[in-house]
């Protein structure tokens, strides 16, 4: 189950959101993940006792129910704070800038739970961590090959060893297309039905060409030439073929070939790797296709309707010339 620490939260989004720490660091490494039954939206909200988020925010209502239960002498303290103290619950943050209420402090600080403070307004802060946990916490698999950014559509092209994967990258972005990954592409189910690839620290800006080695692509072609990550829309399939193979191609075929990753499904297209094909022409040319799939146009069932309207019209035209 993917998981983050309160500690890497609070490195990761200090400066962005204005963190300062002021009670429980000895919690730092409390851990905050997905709950099988709950979404990741779901894991961030303002303080709520019925469906208790693992980061608690509290703005200025939350803020004032706490010091009006402090100030309640009727019942003894913490009995007060008790309920909410009895929740699975990772982190507190007030934000708006408010004044802590001294017995949250107290109790942060006496049972290592995190209390952070920001001047941030809640609902902004919230966003914020929204999406910062939906990607930090997305399930994840690492995929062979080389991930590009075709045409603004994240392409992700496979295919065995040899192939020259690698080599139609690097004409790809010699013609102004731009790398994200090269070998171990790590994909982050970011969504239900969206799927974002993205680069390991150690290969980001690298691409290995055999022949000459490891290059670094930003140095060579320049900033644009590299993005950090992009979502997977297309699959390009790379394999060997020979005159038998191209000759008992399906060259109408209108099916329509997909793969699942992480239960997502994304549309693949097989592309023959053969002497003489100019493959980065044919993978600009399948993902323009591609585009135009997505707006309901069907370049090969459109040829196929032309073709039976024709051979109607021809029938037509028989018929009368035989009356």
Sequence with gaps: MPSISVRRLYQD?????????????????????????????????HLNFIHPNQVQVLGVAEVEYLEKLGNDKT????????QIFDLNVSLFIVANGLSV??????????????????KLESPYLMDVLRIYLQRALAVSTIKHGVFLDVFEIGVLITGHSGLGKSELALELISRGHSLIADDAVELHRTGPETLEGRCPPMLRDFLEVRGLGVLNIRHIFGETSIRPNKNL??????????????????????RTETESIL?????????????????AVLVEAAVRNYILNLRGKNSTKEFLERHQTMLKEDALHHEDSSD
């Design 13 to 45: 989004n200090q400066h962005k959101l204005q963190l300062v720490w002021s009670a429980g660091t000895a919690g730092a490494d409390n851990r905050i993940s997905i709950d099988a039954d709950k979404p990741v939206l779901a894991l961030v909200g």
């Design 75 to 82: 019942t003894p303290p913490p009995a007060g704070f008790q």
């Design 101 to 118: 209420p001294a017995m949250l402090r107290d109790y942060c600080h006496t049972n290592n739970v995190p209390l952070l403070t920001t």
């Design 233 to 254: 829309k297309l699959i390009i399939n790379l394999v060997a073929a020979d005159d038998d193979y191209m000759k008992q191609l399906d060259r109408l075929s209108i």
């Design 263 to 279: 239960n997502v499904t994304v549309r693949s297209v097989t592309l023959p790797v053969a002497v003489g094909r100019n493959l």
